[in-house]
């Protein structure tokens, strides 16, 4: 009888066993990997508008955000509202439409945002100080949840992102931010 005869019969084979061994290493590491935050940075801020909400104007906006998806597997997210800070009060909101990102990707999402006039008009001594100096801070945060399929599981994921930012109130450009994201996965 030859070799190859009874390795046939025997039911394996060293091509088998080596294509087994690379499928269980995939799956270890795909089960095994650590979440990584993903990294967010706002590009730009657009005026788009200013909308009349009698005795002062709102204006409308678009967030120009950098995203970047570190982990090995694709995120599908909800949609959801980043709420925006002046001084501490409650100025705005931009909405996330919900979407998704591939695995180990960079995205690019422009979000329209809106702030409040009469917020803005309470800061009024502030905010002329900030406007002749140049530089306005706001403060963001949102909460995004979604889900990451591993294999042919979902495992559902939160992101709180927390934005230091500084403007330039006159021409809307970015001056300097802080970031910071903590990422939370519940395992069913």
Same mark, same amino acid.
């Given at each position: 009888m030859s070799k190859e005869g009874s390795r046939r019969r025997g039911g394996w084979s060293w091509t088998s066993a080596l294509v087994g061994a690379a499928a269980a290493g995939v799956v270890v590491s795909a089960l095994s990997s650590k979440p990584r935050d993903p990294d967010f940075h706002l590009i730009s801020i657009d005026l788009t508008? *200013?909308? !009349? =909400? *009698?005795? @002062?104007?709102?204006?409308? !906006? $678009?967030?120009? @955000?950098? %995203?970047? =998806?570190? =982990? %090995?597997?694709? $995120?599908?997210?909800? #949609?959801?509202?980043?709420? $925006? *800070?002046? #001084?501490?009060?409650?100025?705005? #909101?931009a909405r996330v439409k919900a979407g998704s990102q591939p695995p180990r990707s960079c995205q690019v999402l422009r979000l329209p945002a809106r702030l409040s006039g009469v917020q803005l008009a309470h800061h009024g001594k502030e905010f002329l100080s900030d406007v002749a100096k140049r530089e306005m801070v706001l403060d963001a945060t949102v909460d995004i949840e979604g889900f990451a399929k591993v294999m042919w599981w979902d495992h559902k994921f939160r992101v709180h992102v927390d934005s230091h930012v500084t403007v330039d109130p006159v021409f809307f450009d970015v001056i300097d931010q802080e970031n910071k994201s903590a990422l939370e996965v519940f395992v069913r």
């Open positions: 508008s *200013f909308k !009349l =909400n *009698f005795p @002062v104007l709102d204006a409308e !906006l $678009i967030l120009t @955000v950098h %995203v970047t =998806n570190p =982990n %090995v597997t694709s $995120i599908t997210y909800l #949609s959801t509202e980043m709420s $925006i *800070f002046y #001084s501490g009060d409650h100025l705005g #909101s």
